[in-house]
């Protein structure tokens, strides 16, 4: 995704489909995920006109949310139709956290 300026440091940013194509999971997933709370809000969104759906609202994910939920992944390994415990997803929103405040300076 074409990348951003950030006090004159390049970032990069992925949709939801891209995001989903990195860590091996369906861009279904990350919206139920979403959802239901276990993957945090995205950083940004983008207003964009859609023929299918009219105007909506686009998600960005920083490459740091992009590598922390691909880490989480592959420690928790969340299967289908497996509940997530809640320490686990605490642990994904603090490590999330941690990262895009680390990101953004804050």
């Known amino acids: 995704f074409p990348s951003h300026d950030n006090q004159g440091q390049s970032i990069w940013l992925f949709s939801t ?22 993957l945090p809000k995205p950083s940004l969104t983008q207003k964009m006109e859609s023929p299918m759906l009219g105007t909506c609202n686009r998600r960005l994910y920083l490459r740091c949310q992009l590598d922390t939920l691909a880490w989480w992944i592959n420690r928790v390994n969340p299967g289908k139709g497996v509940a997530v415990k809640e320490s686990h997803i605490q642990l994904l929103h603090d490590k999330w956290n941690e990262a895009t405040t680390k990101f953004w300076g804050s």
Do not use: F, Y
């Open 17 to 38: 489909h891209e995001m989903a194509k990195a860590v091996g999971r369906r861009p279904r997933v990350l919206r139920d995920w979403e959802r239901k709370g276990i």
